[in-house]
């Protein structure tokens, strides 16, 4: 990763064209060539940048990265405040904790929840590509892998299915049901879910809160 | 517009009119100005949202006649932030001056014309008791739905019963029936909705010995010593409550008013949500008070009771369990019960004037 506060300004001609006057910001040159531009203000995406596949040339006063499309970002330097470099290394990943981490608590105390006479066999069963959240059997006895979600994406769908490809290969478990449980599940997602045999359940977490209690009324 | 009046006189009379000022964003800006009105050395000061209107007269030592309607909050801040004694408040065109020692603003007003045309008290004028009306009120208005989705249940519902005055009031999960033997201000057979945050705070209001009732055909007007509070009354069907209280039970519990609430609020700390309920698992010489929540965890406690009938647990939602025991001033209350599922009764032990109606909750 490489680090660069500089005054400059900057120059995109693509699909349209737009121009940054000069001012301090900060450039960043990620190990995967992308090169974006930001400006000191809140934690908000670029004001420019450039994805791969993409190529930084860097000429006196002035970088010039272009990619295949014929798009190019021209950075003219004024001066150069800071210029470091720094090797981040393999990023792990980022681990979802608060509300993911609190459905599946919350979807492991009921898991009924989800599917009428639904419940638990193990939290974070381990397959060999990775632990489902929810194991569970149905009220027939079938295997249930839950993944849970906060927001279920195509993403989502696509390792489940990829856990039940897994679990069908036990035979104790096959064949074994898919529930995508999430706050939200997007209607690709959910496009998705069905073409594969997945059930897409959409969970209320302050209703799950409640699961179990019933307010009843007067009249 | 010109008088002087003591600051506390005034910021008393602010204080009671602003509580009818509208609060909501949307409304009319004139409905956040206290209308100022002066004739001899009489003020009177009115907030209103359209719903509730409150006036309050002071005496002040007038020097012109006038009307002025100024900012109801930033009018109340600044006259409570100068110095205690006189202040001399001076209305001209559109502003109007506050004087109070070496202090002095201008504020801008209202135009006096677009302040709403205020409903003019009517109908015949009935005493009540005040002190009894305001605590029977405070009993009663608790138990009043605050969701306007159902306007009806909002109200507080007057209706002559026996010679007296009842109060009953229902968001459909409990119920209050406070009775005031002997206050006939209604004819019988005569019952009117009135909204209970026009009683809410007409209970917040200074005390005075009685208030005298307004009845007219759509609106109520309540007057207390210096103050009249009117509102609209609300039209519909009430519901019929007598079906709901059940005609006897199989179950009693009598427990300490004040060990039941301390041991409520405890247990309670557990419940972060309005959903979690107290379980009471009551056996004959106690009972077992009990807040199981995932997030949080597990609070119980037991307190010392008498208890005739079957074992059982039974779950309420805490704070309406403690709303009805806060209604109820008797040393001892009476819990009771049909089943785990089925209205359940709370009343001083001594007494029966007032009835509190909760529904349990059904836990698996």
Same mark, same amino acid.
């Given at each position: 990763?490489?680090?660069?506060?500089?005054?400059?300004?900057?120059?995109?001609?693509?699909?349209?064209?737009?121009?940054? $006057?000069?001012?301090?910001r900060l450039?960043?040159?990620?190990?995967? #060539?992308?090169?974006?531009?930001h400006s000191d203000d809140r934690a908000y995406k670029p004001l420019?940048?450039?994805?791969? $596949?993409?190529?930084?040339?860097?000429?006196?006063?002035?970088?010039?990265?272009?990619?295949?499309?014929?798009?190019?970002?021209?950075?003219?330097?004024?001066?150069?405040?800071?210029?470091?470099?720094?090797?981040?290394?393999?990023?792990?990943?980022?681990?979802?904790?608060?509300?993911?981490?609190?459905?599946?608590?919350?979807?492991?105390?009921? $898991?009924?929840?989800?599917?009428?006479?639904?419940?638990?066999?193990?939290?974070?069963? $381990?397959?060999?590509?990775?632990?489902?959240?929810?194991?569970?059997?149905?009220?027939?006895?079938?295997?249930?892998?839950?993944?849970?979600?906060?927001?279920?994406?195509?993403?989502?769908?696509?390792?489940?299915?990829?856990?039940?490809?897994?679990?069908?290969?036990? #035979?104790?478990?096959?064949?074994?049901?898919?529930?995508?449980?999430?706050?939200?599940?997007?209607?690709?997602?959910?496009?998705?879910?069905?073409?594969?045999?997945?059930?897409?359940?959409?969970?209320?977490?302050?209703?799950?809160? #409640?699961?179990?209690?019933?307010?009843?009324?007067?009249? | 517009?010109?008088?002087?009046?003591?600051?506390?006189?005034?910021?008393?009379?602010?204080?009671?009119?602003?509580?009818? %000022?509208?609060?909501?964003?949307?409304?009319?800006?004139?409905?956040?100005?206290?209308?100022?009105?002066?004739?001899?050395?009489?003020?009177?000061?009115? =907030?209103?949202?359209?719903?509730?209107?409150?006036?309050?007269?002071?005496?002040?030592?007038?020097?012109?006649?006038?009307?002025?309607?100024?900012?109801?909050?930033?009018?109340?801040?600044?006259?409570?932030?100068?110095?205690?004694?006189?202040?001399?408040?001076?209305?001209?065109?559109?502003?109007?001056?506050?004087?109070?020692?070496?202090?002095?603003?201008?504020?801008?007003?209202?135009?006096?014309?677009?302040?709403?045309?205020?409903?003019?008290?009517?109908?015949?004028?009935? !005493?009540?008791?005040?002190?009894?009306?305001?605590?029977?009120?405070?009993?009663?208005?608790?138990?009043?739905?605050?969701?306007?989705?159902?306007?009806?249940?909002?109200?507080?519902?007057? *209706?002559?019963?026996?010679?007296?005055?009842?109060?009953?009031?229902?968001?459909?999960? +409990?119920?209050?029936?406070?009775?005031?033997? =002997?206050? =006939?201000?209604?004819?019988?057979?005569?019952? %009117?909705? %009135?909204? !209970?945050?026009?009683? !809410?705070?007409?209970?917040?209001?200074?005390?005075?010995?009685?208030?005298?009732?307004?009845?007219?055909?759509?609106?109520?007007?309540?007057?207390?010593?210096?103050?009249?509070?009117?509102? +609209?009354?609300?039209?519909?069907?009430?519901? /019929?409550?007598?079906?709901?209280?059940?005609?006897?039970?199989? /179950?009693?519990?009598?427990?300490? +008013?004040?060990?039941?609430?301390?041991?409520?609020?405890?247990?309670?700390?557990?419940?972060?949500?309005?959903?979690?309920?107290?379980?009471? *698992?009551?056996?004959?010489?106690?009972?077992?008070?009990? %807040?199981?929540?995932?997030?949080?965890?597990?609070?119980?406690?037991?307190?010392?009771?008498?208890?005739?009938?079957?074992?059982?647990?039974?779950?309420? /939602?805490?704070?309406?369990?403690?709303?009805?025991?806060?209604?109820?001033?008797?040393?001892?209350?009476?819990?009771?019960?049909?089943?785990?599922?089925?209205?359940?009764?709370?009343?001083?032990?001594?007494?029966?004037?007032?009835?509190?109606?909760?529904?349990?909750?059904?836990?698996?």
């Open positions: 990763m490489r680090l660069v506060i500089a005054t400059c300004a900057v120059d995109y001609e693509g699909r349209l064209s737009a121009h940054l $006057p000069t001012a301090t450039l960043m040159v990620k190990a995967d #060539g992308s090169v974006s531009v420019n940048w450039m994805t791969q $596949p993409c190529e930084l040339r860097a000429e006196p006063g002035r970088w010039v990265v272009s990619n295949p499309k014929g798009e190019t970002l021209t950075i003219t330097i004024d001066e150069v405040h800071l210029d470091v470099q720094h090797e981040l290394g393999a990023d792990p990943g980022l681990q979802k904790h608060g509300v993911e981490a609190q459905l599946q608590e919350l979807l492991a105390a009921n $898991p009924g929840f989800l599917s009428q006479g639904l419940r638990l066999v193990r939290r974070e069963y $381990p397959t060999d590509i990775g632990p489902v959240d929810l194991l569970c059997r149905d009220a027939a006895g079938q295997a249930v892998a839950v993944e849970i979600k906060r927001r279920g994406e195509i993403d989502g769908v696509e390792q489940l299915a990829r856990y039940l490809e897994r679990l069908d290969l036990d #035979g104790r478990l096959r064949p074994v049901r898919g529930i995508l449980a999430a706050q939200r599940i997007k209607p690709q997602a959910q496009v998705l879910a069905t073409a594969r045999g997945i059930e897409c359940v959409e969970v209320d977490c302050e209703r799950l809160r #409640g699961a179990g209690v019933e307010r009843l009324t007067l009249f | 517009m010109k008088f002087r009046c003591e600051r506390d006189v005034f910021l008393e009379a602010l204080s009671a009119a602003g509580r009818a %000022v509208a609060s909501r964003s949307g409304a009319l800006p004139v409905l956040g100005g206290v209308r100022l009105a002066l004739s001899g050395d009489t003020l009177k000061a009115t =907030g209103t949202d359209l719903d509730v209107t409150i006036t309050v007269e002071a005496a002040v030592s007038g020097g012109a006649d006038g009307v002025s309607v100024a900012p109801a909050r930033l009018l109340t801040d600044i006259v409570r932030a100068v110095e205690p004694g006189a202040v001399v408040l001076e209305a001209e065109a559109d502003e109007l001056r506050i004087a109070s020692g070496r202090s002095h603003f201008t504020v801008r007003t209202h135009p006096s014309g677009d302040f709403p045309r205020l409903p003019v008290p009517s109908g015949d004028t009935l !005493s009540l008791p005040a002190a009894e009306l305001f605590e029977a009120l405070r009993q009663v208005t608790r138990a009043a739905s605050s969701e306007d989705s159902r306007p009806i249940l909002t109200g507080v519902l007057m *209706a002559a019963e026996a010679g007296g005055l009842r109060l009953v009031a229902t968001d459909s999960y +409990r119920l209050a029936v406070r009775d005031l033997p =002997g206050v =006939g201000v209604l004819a019988a057979g005569q019952s %009117v909705l %009135v909204p !209970s945050r026009a009683l !809410s705070e007409l209970t917040r209001l200074p005390a005075s010995a009685d208030v005298v009732l307004r009845l007219g055909a759509h609106d109520a007007t309540f007057e207390a010593g210096p103050v009249s509070l009117t509102t +609209r009354l609300i039209e519909g069907e009430f519901p /019929n409550y007598r079906q709901l209280i059940p005609s006897g039970y199989p /179950n009693r519990l009598i427990v300490g +008013r004040e060990p039941l609430l301390d041991a409520v609020r405890r247990v309670k700390l557990l419940a972060r949500d309005a959903t979690t309920p107290v379980r009471i *698992a009551m056996r004959p010489t106690g009972i077992d008070l009990t %807040v199981v929540t995932t997030d949080w965890g597990t609070a119980t406690e037991d307190v010392d009771a008498k208890y005739e009938g079957a074992e059982m647990t039974v779950a309420f /939602n805490p704070a309406y369990l403690i709303d009805g025991v806060e209604a109820i001033a008797s040393d001892e209350i009476t819990l009771d019960t049909l089943d785990a599922l089925k209205p359940a009764t709370l009343r001083p032990t001594e007494g029966d004037d007032l009835l509190y109606l909760l529904m349990p909750v059904r836990v698996s």
